[in-house]
C-alpha cells in the first residue's frame, strides 16, 4: 500500500489511509488491532499507541469534513447512516441508527456525555457477577476522557429558548434539571449535531481522539471492512476483509492484518455479526447476539405562544434526570426541522398548518430503561448487516406512558399553548394539561408509540460466569484469551442513561488491561 | 373456460394498470411510475398556499427521492420502490371515496389522494400507519430540501466558517488523495473566544435566495 508523505503522517509513524490511496493488497502484522472507531475503539487505540504498542485502527466508512456534511437530513443519513438510516427491528418495530464514518456514533450523536449513575452499577456487578465495576472503580477512567474531551455542562449562552423553557418548566414543577454535560469546545449553538459539526466544537472521535492517536504513532485505515476474524482453539490471529469503496461499499483489495491482540469495536450490532460470521467465535456461553436492550425513546412536541426560533441552541442542551429510579430520563432534542417535521400527524393544508408552527416548538423527549425488553442481533447470509429483532414487553409500556405524561406536564407549566404526543391511539394535539390525561390513563400498545432506538447494548454482554457472558469486566472474551470487545455491546444491561461517556470509560480502562498484559 | 377467460382478463388488467399510461420519466432511479406516484403524493400532501407558499410541485420531490436513492444502498432503493409500488395499488385494496376510487393512486383526484392518504395514517391496522410514515417521512425530507420551505420558515441553515482543526490536515474530501489537501499549521485556527450563532445572522449562501 502506498502512503503519500505528506501531513496524514506523524512524526511519530502514526498515519491515516484513505481509499483514493489503496492500490493493492495490505498484509501487516501488528500489536493490536482495533476493528472500528467509534468512541470505543478510537479510545482503545489512542491509549495503546501512548503506550508504545503498536496498534492499527481499522474503519469501514470515511473521514467527513465539513464540506461533506450535508444539512439536509435524509441526504445526511444516506451518507453517515448503515442502511441510509432506515434500519430498524423487527418485532415491535422501531428505527436504530448506527453510523459508518470514521469515528462511529460521535460524528452525529449530540455529545451528550453522562456517569451511568451508582446504582446501576451497583445492580451490574450484583447481578453479573462484577467486582471491579462500581462507580468509585470507573471515576478515573471517566475523569481521564472528560479531561482529554473537554466534557462539561453546556453553557447558557449557548441554551437557546427551546432548551431554557425545558428548565424553567422543569423549576416550575419543582423537578430537578440540568445543563447537559457535553464533549464540546466551543459550541455555537447550532443545533446540527446530527448532521455533523461545521463549528468543529463538538469533540467527535475524528477530531479528538483519532487524531491523538496518530500523533501517538497508530495507524489508521479507513475504507477497510473487516469480514472475518481468524482463530485456532484458543486464539485468534487475524483479522481479514477488504478494502471498500464510501457509500457504494463495493469491496476491491484483500486484507490481512496478524495481531497479538484483536479489539473488536465495531459497534453492538456489528461486532456479534462478525463473531458469528467467523465460525461462531466466543460463543460457548450461547449469548453472543442475545439480550438486545435499547433505551426506546418517545418524544412530544410543544408548541408556545411566542416564537421559539428552535434553529438556534445546543442540538440537546437541558436534562433532567429526577425519575432515573422509575426508569426514564428526560431531555430536550434539536434534528434537522425536515426530520423535526416527519412526526407532525395529517397531510394536507391541515399537515402545512401544523409546519407553520414548527418557529413556535419545542421537542423534548425520554429515553427509557426497558431491561425487560429483549432482542437478538443474528447474522444474514451474503451481508453484514444484521436482522434485528426486538419486543418491547407489556410491562415496560408503563414507564413510556409516564415518561410522556412528565413530559406533558413540563410543556404545559413551561407555558406551551399545545402539545402533539405524536402516537397512536390519542388525540393528536391536546392543549391542556386534562387532556393529557390520557397518556397515563389510556392503556396503549407497543405499536401505539412512535419509538427511536439510537442507544443498544448488551449483544456481547460482560458477566462474571464464563456459561452466562461472552467477555470479562475487562472486555476479555471467556474463550478466546487474545480477543477483546470494547463496544457498548459489553453492557450487562442498559445503563439509564445516554452511552457513551461510560463505553469510553470502560474502553480507557481495557486498554489499560490490555497494555499491561501484551 | 370461463375461469380461463377470467385469468387472462386480470392478467391483461393487471399489465395495463401496472406498466401503461405513465409518462416519460427523466430520472436515474425512480421509474415512470414511481415519479408519477411520488408527484401525484407531494401535491395532496403538500398543496400549494397557506403560510408556506411552496407546494410539494414545487418543491420537486421526484427529483429529490432520485438524488435521495442514487445516494441509498440498493436494498434501500428496492424497499423504496416497492413503497411506492405499494401505494400506487393498494387502492385495489383500500380505495378512495367515489366511482373511480379503485384506480391507481396517481390517477385520483387531489381530494381522493388526500382521503386515501389520511385512510392510511389514521388505519387501525400498525403495518398501513406504517407504510403511511415512511412515505410522509421521505416526501417531507425532500420539501424541507427545498430552500424557499427552510425560508418561508425562519429555519434555514446559518452561515458558519469552520475552522481548520488538525483533523483538516489528515483527511481529505471523500474519494480524494491527500495530496489535495492545500492546508498546512500555519492555517490552523488560532484557539480564540467563540461567540455563539446570533438568530439575525447571515444565512448559508445557497439558501439565501439571491440565486433562485
Ligand atoms: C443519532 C444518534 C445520537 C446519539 N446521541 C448520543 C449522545 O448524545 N450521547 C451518548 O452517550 N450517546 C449517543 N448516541 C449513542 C452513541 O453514539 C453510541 O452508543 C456510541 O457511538 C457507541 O460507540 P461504539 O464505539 O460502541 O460503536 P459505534 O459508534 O457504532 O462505532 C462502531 C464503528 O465500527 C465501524 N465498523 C462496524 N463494522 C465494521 C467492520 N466490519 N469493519 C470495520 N469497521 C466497522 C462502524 O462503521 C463504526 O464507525 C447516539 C447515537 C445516534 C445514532
Ligand atoms: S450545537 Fe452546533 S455548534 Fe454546538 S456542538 Fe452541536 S453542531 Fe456543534
Redesign the interface.
Known amino acids: 500500500m502506498s502512503e503519500a508523505p505528506t501531513e496524514t503522517s506523524s512524526a511519530a509513524g502514526g498515519s491515516v489511509s484513505v481509499f483514493a490511496q489503496y492500490d493493492r493488497d495490505i498484509d501487516e502484522e501488528v500489536d493490536v488491532v482495533v476493528v472500528g472507531s467509534g468512541p470505543a475503539g478510537a479510545v482503545v487505540s489512542k491509549e495503546l499507541a501512548e503506550l508504545g504498542k503498536s496498534v492499527l485502527l481499522i474503519e469501514e466508512g470515511p473521514p467527513f469534513v465539513p464540506e461533506e456534511f450535508e444539512i439536509d437530513g435524509g441526504l445526511s443519513m444516506a451518507r453517515t447512516m448503515r442502511e441510509g438510516g432506515l434500519r430498524a427491528t423487527s418485532g415491535t418495530t422501531m428505527p436504530t441508527m448506527q453510523a459508518i464514518a470514521l469515528g462511529g456514533g460521535s460524528l452525529v450523536n449530540s455529545a451528550i456525555c453522562n456517569r451511568t449513575p451508582d446504582f446501576v452499577l451497583e445492580r451490574w456487578c450484583a447481578d453479573y457477577e462484577l467486582s471491579r465495576t462500581t462507580l468509585p472503580d470507573l471515576e478515573p477512567h471517566y475523569d481521564a476522557v472528560g479531561k482529554f474531551l473537554g466534557i462539561s455542562p453546556t453553557p447558557e449562552n449557548v441554551q437557546g429558548a427551546r432548551n431554557l423553557l425545558f428548565r424553567d418548566g422543569c423549576e416550575a414543577l419543582g423537578y430537578t434539571s440540568e445543563p447537559i454535560s457535553r464533549n464540546v469546545r466551543g459550541c455555537r449553538g447550532s443545533g446540527e449535531c446530527f448532521t455533523g459539526c461545521r463549528t468543529r466544537a463538538k469533540q467527535s472521535m475524528d477530531i479528538s481522539y483519532v487524531p491523538a492517536a496518530i500523533r501517538a504513532g497508530a495507524r489508521v485505515l479507513t475504507s477497510v471492512r473487516i469480514e472475518e476474524i481468524v482463530a485456532d482453539r484458543r486464539r485468534v490471529s487475524a483479522v481479514v476483509g477488504r478494502v471498500v469503496a464510501p457509500f457504494t461499499g463495493k469491496p476491491s483489495y484483500q486484507v490481512r492484518i496478524r495481531a497479538k491482540i484483536v479489539v473488536l469495536a465495531a459497534g453492538c450490532m456489528a461486532t456479534p455479526v462478525l463473531l458469528q460470521k467467523s465460525g461462531n467465535l466466543a460463543n460457548r456461553s450461547g449469548q453472543v447476539g442475545e439480550n438486545l436492550q435499547f433505551h426506546p425513546g418517545v418524544a412530544i412536541m410543544g408548541i408556545f405562544p411566542d416564537p421559539v426560533n428552535p434553529q438556534f441552541g445546543a442540538t440537546q442542551g437541558y436534562q433532567s434526570r429526577q425519575f432515573l429510579e422509575d426508569g426514564f430520563k428526560l431531555e430536550t432534542l434539536w434534528a434537522p426541522p425536515a426530520i423535526t417535521a416527519v412526526r407532525l400527524p395529517g397531510s394536507g393544508q391541515a399537515l402545512k398548518d401544523r409546519l407553520a408552527d414548527i418557529p413556535y416548538s419545542a421537542i423534548w423527549d425520554a429515553i427509557a430503561s426497558c431491561n425487560r425488553s429483549l432482542g437478538r442481533v443474528k447474522a444474514k447470509r451474503g451481508t453484514l448487516n444484521p436482522t434485528l429483532s426486538w419486543h418491547l414487553h407489556p410491562k415496560d409500556i408503563p414507564i413510556l406512558s409516564q415518561s410522556l405524561w412528565v413530559l406533558a406536564e413540563i410543556f404545559f407549566a413551561a407555558g406551551a399553548r399545545t402539545i402533539i404526543p405524536g402516537i397512536h391511539g390519542v388525540p393528536p394535539e391536546m392543549h391542556t394539561l386534562g387532556e393529557a390525561e390520557v397518556l397515563r390513563t389510556r392503556s396503549l400498545k407497543a405499536t401505539d408509540f412512535v419509538l427511536g432506538g439510537n442507544h443498544a447494548f448488551c449483544t456481547t454482554r460482560m458477566h462474571g460466569d464464563p456459561r452466562r457472558g461472552v467477555v470479562n469486566e475487562m472486555g476479555r472474551c471467556h474463550d478466546l484469551e487474545n480477543l477483546f470487545i470494547a463496544d457498548t455491546g459489553i453492557f450487562p444491561q442498559c445503563p439509564s442513561v445516554n452511552p457513551m461517556w461510560t463505553a469510553m470509560a470502560l474502553a480507557h480502562r481495557e486498554a489499560h488491561h490490555i497494555a499491561e498484559h501484551l | 373456460m370461463i375461469l380461463g377467460l377470467l385469468g387472462v382478463g386480470a392478467l391483461g388488467y393487471a399489465v395495463i394498470r401496472v406498466a401503461f399510461g405513465y409518462p416519460e420519466s427523466r430520472y436515474q432511479s425512480l421509474t415512470r411510475a414511481d415519479a408519477a406516484l411520488v408527484a401525484s403524493a407531494a401535491e ?4 400549494a ?4 407558499p411552496s407546494s410539494g410541485t414545487d418543491a420537486d420531490l421526484p427529483a ?1 427521492l432520485d ?2 436513492l442514487v ?3 440498493a ?2 432503493r428496492i ?1 423504496v420502490h416497492l413503497l411506492l409500488f405499494l401505494v400506487e395499488h393498494a387502492t385495489l385494496f383500500f380505495p378512495a371515496p367515489g366511482w373511480n376510487g379503485r384506480s391507481r393512486f396517481s390517477a385520483l383526484s387531489a381530494d381522493q389522494r ?1 382521503a386515501v ?2 385512510g392510511w ?1 389514521e388505519s387501525s391496522l ?1 403495518v398501513r ?2 407504510v403511511f ?1 415512511t412515505l ?3 416526501l ?6 427545498h430552500p424557499p420551505v ?1 425560508r418561508a ?3 434555514a ?2 452561515a ?1 466558517d ?2 481548520v ?15 489535495s ?1 492545500r492546508l ?2 500555519a492555517d490552523l485556527t488560532p484557539p480564540g473566544e ?4 446570533r ?1 439575525d445572522g447571515p444565512i ?1 449562501a445557497d439558501f439565501s435566495g439571491s440565486n433562485e
Open positions: 395532496a400532501m403538500y398543496p398556499g397557506g403560510a408556506i429529490y438524488r435521495f445516494a441509498s444502498v436494498r434501500i424497499l388526500v392518504l389520511d395514517s400498525f400507519r406504517l410514515t410522509r417521512a421521505l417531507t425530507l425532500g420539501y424541507f430540501a427552510l420558515l425562519k429555519l441553515p446559518f458558519i469552520s475552522p482543526v488538525e483533523a483538516d490536515l489528515l483527511y481529505p474530501r471523500i474519494g480524494e488523495h491527500p495530496d489537501i498546512t499549521r467563540v461567540t455563539p450563532l438568530l448559508r
